[in-house]
T-cell receptor
Framework: DAGVIQSPRHEVTEMGQEVTLRCKPISGHNSLFWYRQTMMRGLELLIYFNNNVPIDDSGMPEDRFSAKMPNASFSTLKIQPSEPRDSAVYFC?????FGSGTRLTVV | RKEVEQDPGPFNVPEGATVAFNCTYSNSASQSFFWYRQDCRKEPKLLMSVYSSGNEDGRFTAQLNRASQYISLLIRDSKLSDSATYLCVVALRSGGGADGLTFGKGTHLIIQP
């Protein structure tokens, strides 16, 4: 099993641009989580899905953030428009296994 | 009050020594407890679950005190490769990963030769 696969590994974008982060969970895992990690705040849960349905999005910082899971093998986290304070590492996890993360830098 | 609190360290420990660190959690309804390990610029990886009766995995021993809402991790005979950040994690529900995890900010451990 390839584990949780995230893309891109690194993303540098200009303020105001749309950013889309992608995740492929481990096959057979029915729960998927998006986390964000910064030095100041540590790891924070943004949203999670169970059987492709969003269960708790209370951690999503604001309306600029949205997440979808159109099927059991794919999820996206979108930020539109992006801001410098969104710079962080974004992790996707299925059950308790984490992907390698996407390091986002908004300049 | 933070949901999961840990001493950030760093803990500087000579190789071969025993080191212990702990965390406290605020939500008494928490049901599942874990220690994760995170290496620099890598993803967190599950080290071990923590059970009420205490559990051991090789050189690692985890303890849970529900009354005090306190979790501990003991590492014996520390190795250079144990250098990492150790994250204390709680979840509201037990069982397999259907609930989001709440992470402490981690304790940074440095094993010195």
């Amino acid at each position: 099993d390839a584990g949780v696969i995230q893309s891109p590994r690194h993303e540098v974008t200009e303020m105001g641009q749309e950013v889309t982060l992608r995740c492929k969970p481990i096959s057979g895992h029915n729960s998927l989580f998006w986390y964000r990690q910064t030095m100041m705040r540590g790891l924070e849960l943004l949203i999670y899905f169970n059987n492709n349905v969003p269960i708790d999005d209370s951690g999503m910082p604001e309306d600029r953030f949205s997440a979808k899971m159109p099927n059991a093998s794919f999820s996206t986290l979108k930020i539109q428009p992006s801001e410098p304070r969104d710079s962080a590492v974004y992790f996707c996890a299925s059950r308790r296994d984490f992907g390698s993360g996407t390091r986002l830098t908004v300049v | 009050r933070k949901e999961v609190e840990q001493d950030p360290g760093p803990f500087n420990v000579p190789e071969g020594a025993t080191v212990a660190f702990n965390c406290t959690y605020s939500n008494s309804a928490s049901q599942s407890f874990f220690w994760y390990r995170q290496d620099c610029r890598k993803e967190p990886k599950l080290l071990m679950s923590v059970y009420s009766s205490g559990n051991e995995d090789g050189r690692f021993t985890a303890q849970l005190n529900r009354a005090s809402q306190y979790i501990s991790l003991l590492i014996r005979d520390s190795k250079l490769s144990d250098s990492a950040t150790y994250l204390c994690v709680v979840a509201l529900r037990s069982g397999g990963g259907a609930d989001g995890l709440t992470f402490g900010k981690g304790t940074h451990l440095i094993i010195q030769p």
